[in-house]
């Protein structure tokens, strides 16, 4: 250090002409074509709010904020020496004399060059230190007991001082009887008096109230000084967002920040919240926010779009890019909203970014720091009492009535497809056992009902069958250790969830590896290694599907325990009287679920790993060329396991009889043998599927900063970037049909289950693979006045493979301008204790985002040729889409205005920020003439506008030594409509949960049929259709919607967050509130026209119409009897209709429309830290003990959801609801 | 591009600083598993696709005298079945409607004008031809098929300046193109234009699966009912002619008195439509439903089953056809056996599809019995016929049941002998063809009056009729073709 400075001192003249050419070279090469470097001016003012900085880095600071360069010609002063800066556009003056306060230097300017040496001794002093009488020495320590280095030790009263060394060990020499000041930035100062020689022991404790936090916003592409940044964004640092227990980084998020929602549509490990940054941005794009971890782009594994989250697939599993980050490792998320923080993002900005950045090695002097987190969570049972479902007694009294009406009789419901007691009942009168010359069951009433009885009292509590109280483990260790020129942080941790349900359990460990490292005080750089390895099981689950005709999604073989547990009667039983797994019916056979589950699962492993490096280069101290480049390969694979004796694979075995045979879908006719009877085509084994998908994603970028000041009072930062994103995706699937289980694992291929195949044209495997390239150029110049006034511009230019060849569609440039004006700068400011500052930003730009369209040229894809048989397939190339040479980027114009007020001295933060969008371009299905080749088309025909407006008030509202109150309330409004979409939706797409897309209304509105009363001599509902007349039929496929009513949109308007921390000394008590509020929720699709003896029923049904004239008080349709179903239900031309389409209706009518509305208990946590005198003796530094419960209560939602989550959607699959927790953590540092 | 490693992206991004080449080249990549047309083998797989994949079964049967009103309370009621037979419009664009033919057709165009367009653009040299020419007769195949439901008919010597449809031989690039319907007269030039040229360039060892490829012989029988449109007897002849060769047609038609009579029901069904087939000339895989009608109210009933029978025609002996029925007076030729294209391992989930003959060795000839009759020749004409009836009529005996003109002008009581053959021509297409859609042609063509029966609920049977010159014999363009500046037709 030193010797290179003295060098360049000595050097200085000859530098200056060699620093221009550099400069100009460099200019040449990178930025020949992007910018011009304009000329400025200088400044002399600093401001920098850190513990424990280095003077090496207050020195960089004061040459990157002022262009002072500080030189050392001492060795009293080392540059490892740390403070604790505190400077707010403080002078250099005022910096200098707190950098050598106590010391005994001197320093002078000369030449923009601040030079330290050794003060020269006055004469005075020089008799002092004749007189000097006594010696002293001793430790300084932190309250955990840590050496402080840098602390100032002076004599009270004269100015005589040292600094404690690296070990916290200092020596002064004072006159007899003076008084000792130990003093540390961020510490309280303390006197001791002195009498004789000898050895002093010093500890200082924190001042927490001098300590502020960083004030610095990063961009993920630049660290930048608060005052040049004039976006929207905010920082949520992992302290402060603590999810103990909860352990994917993603939910971190929730109730955090104004703006921000989080929608937990499903709980499972792996599958991510819909998160949406100021609401949704695209009608048919993912509307997820980018993530950029450590500056680097987090890519999905795969891409599943927000709607698509909430489907239960199995590759929701791996929808959270996030799943792999271990909380702990994480230091702070900065979230950037608006299109100021987003710019440099460009089109990839459209719906905001959050940065994530994890911790780094600090400067420890070389000791190693370790610290242990390990969370022990244990899960709590859903119960009934939340939902409105019929006890088992209830339920019997339904399906009597039903069996009145003339269902479950013999014929059908003995032989059905599925069936619950009705069906083994028939089954057990014709159980005969030819020993004991007998029947299983007597047909007569008594016996009968003697069977029936066990059930109706069963009440079984499928909640208990397969919910389990289970551990959920998380240990963190990690350890951070530096020294000035080499830190390092390393963790690892793991995590061991054995499932809120049985069936599902998650294993993931993750390891970090970061090193920060500087090679001389030009070249600095870090490492970075990361990786996760999970591994999952779940129950198994296909895909799901949806049939438009009778309006109905549908999972074969769904054995998802929560979508069980609720829609599964509770007459049926889990076991039998003896205590054994009892069967009854699904698919022709046999299903028990607990023994479903342990036959028929999902195993996912998923590896991710990245390695990642950056390197920075001071060309000249105000010119930084930097370079980052990362590697990432990820692999997931799913593989489902299908035992022999899972339903699955029995059905697919179901040959049992005529019936059977006649109607089991699974079974196979052969073509060449038409007449012949259908069979199986899996005689052995059961059913080994893999579903694998990869990722590998090089990242490259390379940047050049220039940040000077200018005259003392301007601020010029310009910074540079280019980067190169580089993404291969594949995937594959593989169906392994016939695999023994049982038999150690062979395989006799079963041939008709691949002339099934190729018949049908369903290949037994597949492979495709994705390529993302991305180049992008970008360029910001800030500059900022006397810190009243900044301003920004940036401007980037994006370049992407994924609209198809065109060279003019696939650039896009993107734009920003920004400003902020510092109102407490102003001299007018009167300078007060209640109202400290006061900010005012403003912004407008442009951003984007690709959309699901890639044709800006033709696209064709080929194809076997979808015809019988085998010597007439061929493969075709079809066109896929036509060319559209007017595809474009989905846009987005923000107009963005914020403050930024603080009071209190700075104790109170008060951010509000309003903004409005036009949202343009927007790709969406329209129906052209068909006279090109492609009737809908994928095109930017829609626009839509938001406007919003974000609140959020935080800060230390009582700060006293023993008890402290941290708060923080943020609540945003977002509302979007959609101003042009020339698209006509069918009415099925837009009355479905997750809403549908028309003009004049939200981005996502959900939208009913108008249920209009029920018929006065059935019972049965009717309907406004869409001709607007009363009927019992609506064609759901129909276009025609101006009968809908349009219930409100999805997403809630309004959301936000409370959270509060009390903290008395040693014990800390927290609580989370997220509220949300202005959506509407459709409730589950309960109702059909007759039901099954095996699915659960709501109590709504106890209020069912059950004769003439009850149609006044209620609006639950009625029971029908079979005849009635097929045969009674007149549609407005007078045709009959089956009661299976007004029954589905109401599924979807304006009687099944609930408020979203809600306010949640996120979190609640008590804490305590363990005093000093236990962790001395434990040799620990720190300790703490939390019992945090996560997700405790809906304290308010609509009446109407009965207990269903207002967030969830209940479809299946591997989807759960997030469940109740409670967690015992445990935080130890040595 | 090859794989990259880290070091190459490094120096392609310097690179890309300073050269805009290696920047494109980069972006080029493509994004996913498409293809690009640069090869003839892509040409060939492209035009394999120029052929509707929907059908047009549903409107043309409903509309046309091929389907019966079978009584209130019978058989379901679905607005594709419907509709047609109450000459409605059909609403919508899902499977079987007019909208979804409509877009079938030119999809296809559109596949045959972008392999056209490759073929312009690279140097395939002559390999490509037979491509060229598939694409291009396919391409005047599917706007002939569109012209002749969606415009007026052609006018044999008429001024035919009523709108046609829009005649499409380049690729769309923009999202909403506008179009000109022109003139019927005009749309005729370029299907003649393209049928001419593309016919000389077809080979017909070009294709792995021929009978799902317009060979020449495919070829010559669409030019033959193209010709018999526009009442030019003698190509018609001509290239009826050449749909077989040798002449042989006896041997080339349905055998259906005798080869497909003696198969069992389910072996019938998918015999019919296989490509061993001798007669099928050209078949296309279309997604359609049209196979599972098992029993419309409106569809082929009681009344259609007699001209099976021995009354049914003039040799009191009946048609060989399969006569069967899903009950009730619910008829089926059963012609058709669904192909199910699986997309899941789970279930039933996929997309049904049917092999439609589109043409025939028994359309050409018949097409060419037509333009003797019309020419005159009434022996060959005449002859033609018996060929056809050879093949048709159960227990055929050539010397008694062989028409004659003194039979036919009896049988019908039409005295001119070139009437009564075109009405045996034109009864013996439309139950050979029944439920394959080609009534409806000849009722355009010919001018023929539909007459529809419709029951009330009291089953009282009332009889309407759809006149030559109503215009609702004009299927009704989609309406969405207004936002292309095509006007819909006149109701």
Redesign the interface.
């Known amino acids: 250090m030193y010797k290179i400075y003295t060098r360049i001192l000595c050097t200085l003249r000859d530098y200056i002409p060699k620093f221009l050419l550099i400069m100009k070279l460099i200019t040449v090469i990178?930025f020949?074509?992007l910018m011009q470097v304009s000329a400025a001016s200088f400044g002399q003012f600093l401001t920098l709010k850190e513990r424990n900085v280095t003077l090496e880095r207050m020195f960089r600071e004061i040459r990157k904020q002022s262009g002072y360069d500080v030189l050392l010609s001492t060795n009293k002063i080392k540059s490892s020496t740390t403070i604790n800066a505190d400077f707010k556009n403080a002078s250099i003056e005022e910096v200098m004399e707190k950098i050598i306060a106590h010391k005994d230097l001197s320093y002078t300017i000369e030449d923009k060059t601040i030079l330290i040496r050794t003060k020269e001794k006055s004469v005075i002093d020089k008799v002092l230190d004749y007189f000097a009488s006594i010696k002293i020495n001793g430790k300084v320590r932190d309250k955990n007991g840590a050496p402080l280095p840098g602390v100032s030790v002076r004599e009270k009263g004269v100015s005589n001082g040292v600094s404690t060394n690296d070990a916290g060990d200092y020596t002064i020499t004072v006159k007899e009887g003076a008084t000792l000041v130990f003093s540390y930035m961020g510490y309280k100062t303390r006197e001791v008096t002195v009498s004789k020689e000898g050895l002093i022991n010093v500890s200082l404790e924190e001042d927490a109230a001098q300590l502020r936090e960083v004030n610095v916003v990063s961009t993920g592409y630049q660290t930048l000084d608060r005052k040049l940044f004039t976006g929207s964004a905010s920082l949520v640092k992992a302290d402060d967002a603590q999810r103990n227990g909860v352990p994917d980084i993603s939910r971190m998020l929730e109730g955090q920040v104004a703006g921000v929602s989080v929608q937990n549509v499903s709980g499972t490990f792996g599958a991510a919240p819909k998160i949406r940054v100021r609401g949704a941005t695209s009608l048919s794009g993912d509307n997820k926010p980018l993530w950029v971890v450590d500056g680097i782009i987090l890519e999905d594994i795969v891409n599943i779009s927000n709607d698509a989250l909430s489907t239960g697939d199995a590759n929701t599993l791996i929808g959270s890019s996030v799943a792999g980050l271990n909380p702990d490792d994480i230091e702070s998320f900065n979230i950037l909203k608006d299109a100021a923080a987003t710019a440099m993002y460009g089109a990839r900005a459209m719906n905001g970014v959050i940065v994530v950045t994890t911790k780094k090695g600090r400067q420890t002097s070389g000791a190693p720091k370790v610290s242990y987190t390990g969370n022990y969570t244990t899960y709590l049972k859903p119960t009934y009492n939340t939902f409105d479902i019929l006890n088992s007694a209830d339920q019997m009294s339904v399906l009597f009535e039903l069996e009145n009406k003339g269902y479950f009789q013999h014929t059908s419901a003995s032989r059905g497809s599925e069936g619950g007691i009705f069906y083994k009942m028939y089954n057990e009168l014709y159980n005969y056992d030819p020993k004991t010359d007998s029947f299983a069951l007597r047909n007569d009433i008594s016996s009968r009902n003697g069977f029936l009885q066990r059930y109706a009292n069963a009440n079984t509590d499928w909640f208990d069958v397969l919910f389990k109280n289970s551990l959920l483990q998380e240990h963190s260790v990690s350890i951070n250790s530096g020294t000035e020129n080499f830190q390092t942080y390393a963790s690892t941790s793991y995590l061991h969830d054995s499932g809120q349900t049985i069936g599902n359990s998650v294993d993931r460990f993750t390891g970090n590896f970061r090193i920060n490292f500087k090679m001389s005080p030009k070249l600095s750089g870090e490492l970075l290694a990361n990786g996760s390895v999970r591994n999952q099981k779940a129950p198994g689950t296909?895909?799901r599907?949806s049939d438009p005709v009778y309006g109905k999604f549908s999972r074969?073989?769904d054995i998802n325990p929560y979508s069980y547990a609720l829609n599964t009667s509770r007459t049926m039983t889990a076991f039998d009287e003896n205590g054994n797994r009892e069967f009854f019916t699904r698919n022709f056979s046999p299903f028990n679920i607990l023994h479903e589950i342990d036959n028929n699962y999902l195993n996912l492993g998923n590896i991710d790993f990245k390695v990642q490096g950056g390197l920075k280069y001071k060309i000249i101290p105000s010119l930084t060329y930097s370079v980052d480049?990362a590697?990432r390969f990820a692999k997931t694979e799913r593989q489902h396991y299908m035992l022999e004796n899972s339903n699955?694979v029995l059905a697919y075995r179901n040959v049992s009889d005529a019936t059977t045979i006649g109607s089991n879908?699974?079974l196979y006719t052969d073509?060449d043998n038409?007449?012949g009877l259908p069979e199986s085509v899996l005689p052995e084994g059961g059913?080994y599927?893999i579903k694998v998908d990869n990722l590998k994603n090089?990242y490259?970028r390379?940047n050049l900063e220039y940040d000077q000041t200018f005259a003392v009072n301007h601020r010029v930062n310009l910074f540079g970037s280019?980067?190169?994103r580089?993404i291969d995706r594949q995937a594959e699937n593989f169906?392994g049909a016939g695999y023994q289980y049982e038999n150690g694992g062979i395989v006799n291929p079963a041939y008709k289950y691949f002339k099934w195949?190729q018949e049908?044209?369903?290949p037994y495997f597949g492979m495709?693979?994705?390529?993302?390239?991305f180049?992008a150029f970008a360029l910001r110049g800030a500059y900022s006045y006397k810190d009243k006034y900044s301003f920004n511009a940036t401007t980037r230019y994006d370049?992407?493979?994924?609209m198809?060849?065109s060279?003019t569609a696939?650039w896009l440039p993107t734009w920003n301008v920004s400003g902020a004006w510092n109102i407490d700068q102003e001299n007018f400011w009167p300078k007060n204790d209640i109202f400290s500052s006061a900010r005012v930003r403003a912004t407008y730009g442009l951003v984007a985002n690709i959309g699901n369209a890639?044709n800006s040229a033709?696209?064709?894809?080929?194809q076997v040729?979808?015809?019988?048989?085998d010597?007439?397939?061929?493969?075709?190339?079809?066109?896929?889409g036509?060319?559209?040479?007017?595809l474009t980027w989905e846009k987005l114009k923000e107009m963005n205005i914020g403050t930024d007020l603080t009071f209190f001295k700075d104790r109170i933060n008060v951010t509000v920020d309003v903004y409005r969008r036009n949202i343009f371009d927007l790709i969406g299905d329209?129906?052209?003439?068909?006279?090109?080749?492609?009737?809908t088309?994928i095109?930017n025909?829609a626009d839509m506008k938001a406007h919003g407006i974000e609140f959020t008030i935080a800060g230390n509202a009582i700060n006293h030594t023993d008890f402290k109150w941290r708060t923080q309330f943020n609540v945003a409004f977002n509302k979007n409509e959609i101003t042009n979409l020339e698209v006509n939706p069918s009415i099925f797409r837009l009355v479905q949960a997750d809403g549908g897309a028309l003009v004049g209304h939200a981005q996502r509105g959900l939208y009913s049929v108008q249920f209009d009363g029920l018929d006065h001599d059935r019972g049965y509902p009717y309907y406004i259709d869409d001709e607007g007349k009363r009927n019992t039929y609506v064609?759901l496929?129909?276009?025609k919607i101006d009968y809908l009513k349009y219930e409100g949109p999805t997403d809630p308007t309004l959301t936000g967050g409370f959270y509060n921390q009390f903290r008395y000394k040693d014990f800390t008590v927290s609580a989370l509130l997220t509220f949300a509020k202005g959506n509407v929720v459709r409730l589950d699709p309960i109702y059909q026209s007759t039901y099954s003896d095996i699915y659960a029923m709501s109590k709504d049904m106890l209020n069912r119409w059950v004769m003439p004239g009850d149609e006044q008080y209620t609006n639950i349709p009625a029971l029908l009897d079979p005849f009635d179903s097929n045969q009674t239900i007149k549609d407005a031309n007078?045709?009959t209709v089956s009661a299976r389409y007004p029954y589905n209706l109401y599924n979807f009518s304006t009687e099944r429309v609930a408020k979203g509305d809600f306010i949640r208990l996120k979190q609640i946590s008590l804490g305590y830290n363990l005093p000093k005198s236990i962790l001395s003796k434990l040799h620990m530094s720190n300790a703490s003990l939390s019992l945090i419960g996560n997700n405790i209560a809906l304290l308010y939602s609509d009446k109407r959801l009965n207990g269903q989550d207002p967030e969830f959607f209940g479809t299946g699959g591997v989807a759960l609801p997030i469940p109740k927790q409670y967690t015992l953590s445990l935080k130890v540092g040595f | 591009m090859m794989k990259l490693n880290k070091l190459q992206i490094l120096l392609l991004s310097a690179g890309c600083l300073i050269s805009t080449a290696s920047c494109k080249k980069y972006l080029d990549e493509n994004p996913d598993n498409r293809t690009d047309i640069n090869t003839v083998a892509k040409v060939a797989q492209l035009v394999t696709t120029a052929y509707p994949r929907y059908d047009y079964y549903y409107f043309t049967e409903g509309y046309s005298d091929n389907t019966e009103d079978k009584g209130s309370g019978v058989g379901s009621l679905d607005d594709v079945t419907t509709r047609p037979y109450n000459w409605q419009n059909v609403i919508g664009d899902g499977t079987g409607s007019t909208t979804s033919y409509w877009n079938g057709c030119y999809e296809g165009i559109a596949a045959a004008n972008q392999a056209l367009d490759a073929i312009e653009k690279n140097n395939f040299g002559n390999d490509v031809l037979p491509y060229k020419g598939e694409a291009l007769v396919a391409r005047a195949y599917a706007h002939f098929m569109l012209v002749t439901f969606f415009s007026k008919p052609y006018e044999i010597n008429g001024a035919n300046d009523s709108p046609g449809i829009p005649y499409v031989n380049v690729p769309e690039t923009k999202v909403i193109q506008q179009y000109d319907r022109s003139t019927v007269k005009a749309t005729y030039e370029k299907i003649e234009k393209d049928l001419t040229e593309g016919l000389a360039l077809l080979s017909p060892s070009a294709y792995k699966v021929p009978k799902f490829h317009f060979t020449p012989a495919a070829a010559h029988a669409f030019a033959s009912r193209f010709y018999l449109f526009k009442g030019e007897w003698q190509k018609v002849v001509d290239h009826a002619t050449l749909t077989v060769a040798g002449n042989d047609f006896v041997n080339n038609l349905r055998p259906l008195n005798t080869t497909l009579r003696a198969l069992g029901n389910e072996e019938f069904r998918i015999a019919f439509t296989r490509s061993d087939q001798k007669s099928s000339l050209l078949l296309t895989e279309q997604y359609s439903g049209w196979q599972r009608q098992t029993g419309p109210r409106y569809g082929y009933g009681e009344k259609l089953v007699a001209m099976f029978g021995r009354d049914g025609n003039f040799t009191g002996k009946p048609r060989a056809d399969k006569i069967l029925s899903y009950g009730n007076s619910n008829y089926t030729t059963y012609k058709f056996n669904e192909y199910f294209f699986k997309t899941s391992q789970g279930a039933d989930i996929g997309f049904p599809y049917l092999i439609a003959p589109l043409l025939t060795v028994d359309e050409s000839l018949m097409n060419r019995a037509e333009a003797y009759a019309e020419l005159g020749q009434t022996d060959n004409a005449l002859r033609d016929v018996n060929t056809f009836l050879s093949t048709k009529i159960s227990g055929y005996n050539a010397g008694t049941d062989a028409a004659t003109v003194a039979k036919i002008t009896a049988y019908y009581a039409i005295a001119n002998p070139k009437e009564a053959i075109i009405k045996l021509i034109l009864e013996s297409k439309k139950a050979e063809f029944l439920q394959e859609g080609l009534r409806w042609l000849d009722i355009v063509r010919r001018r023929l009056t539909v007459r529809h029966n419709v029951y009330d609920e009291a089953g009282r049977e009332t009889f309407v009729e759809l006149k030559p010159d109503d215009l609702r014999r004009v299927f009704q363009i989609p309406q969405e073709a207004l936002l292309s500046g095509v006007p819909l037709n006149p109701r």
């Open positions: 990178l020949a074509a296909l895909e599907t074969d073989f480049g590697y699955m879908k699974y073509p038409p007449y059913f599927n090089y490259f390379q280019m980067e190169v580089y169906d195949g049908s044209g369903f495709s693979t994705g390529a993302d390239r180049a370049g992407s493979n994924k198809g060849k060279t696939r890639n033709a696209v064709y894809y080929n040729t979808r015809r019988p048989y010597n007439e397939k061929e493969t075709a190339t079809f066109i896929s036509l060319e559209n040479s007017e329209i129906k052209t003439s068909g006279i090109g080749g492609q009737f088309k095109a025909y064609n496929q129909s276009n007078g045709g």
